[in-house]
């Protein structure tokens, strides 16, 4: 695991998160972020708004775009209720190398809160990005924390977990269940197990 410590926040609830969380159906989720040109104080002052943000919701990954910033940045933190294990931030993150074999998982999303689906990616990743301190990092991750990077990343795309969900069926009735509407789905045809 990356240690990136100089962003760490208290893993708490707050009561008034620093940021707004946009739910499917605002347009900012569905645009293309851009990449973070300077990796400065207000950047890591963004990374520790966002894990505030993200712990007060019982959030495991948060993309900027989620919370309106349009860049390519995301924070990971599989561990929220143990202090001593620091989070990661990723600044424009790249998927080098897809690993292993596309497996079924259940996703969630702070965007969509409520509505749980099953979702195939691939078990393994190598991912290359910048930490908040500038310097440039690859990380090899497998299992929970290479689906949470994929899900976070695929928002810097402007894709919801919800595009890659093959059962429709089930997907319109959890939708429906938590207010959401299927029209705000973006399918891409069949999903592919594999990425191209």
């Known amino acids: ?36 040109s300077q990796i400065n104080e207000e950047i890591r002052q963004l990374a520790r708004d966002m894990l505030q943000t993200m712990y007060s919701f019982d959030g495991i990954g948060l993309a900027a775009p989620q919370v309106g910033i349009p860049k390519r940045m995301i924070v990971v933190d599989l561990y929220p209720d143990k202090p001593e294990v620091p989070p990661l931030v990723l600044i424009n993150p790249e998927i ?6 596309a497996v079924a998982g259940q996703e969630g999303c702070l965007s969509i809160p409520g509505v749980f689906c099953e ?12 930490d908040e301190t500038g310097r440039p990092r690859i990380l090899r991750a497998d299992d929970l924390l290479a689906r949470v990077i994929q899900h976070e990343i695929d928002h810097l ?11 429709e069926l089930v997907l319109d009735q959890e939708l429906r269940k938590h207010g959401f ?5 973006q399918r891409k045809g069949k999903p592919s197990a594999a990425p191209r």
């Open 96 to 101: 080098r190398e897809y690993i292993g074999e």
């Open 157 to 167: 795309n402007g894709v919801l977990f919800v595009d890659h969900v093959e059962n």
């Open 119 to 130: 979702v195939m990616r691939p078990e393994g990743i190598v991912v290359s990005f910048k």
């Open 181 to 185: 509407q299927m029209q705000d789905v």
């Open 1 to 36: 695991m990356v240690a990136t410590l100089s962003v760490a926040v208290p893993k708490v609830k707050l009561k008034h998160p620093p940021l707004r969380i946009y739910r499917m159906g605002d347009k900012v989720l569905r645009q293309p972020a851009k990449r973070v």
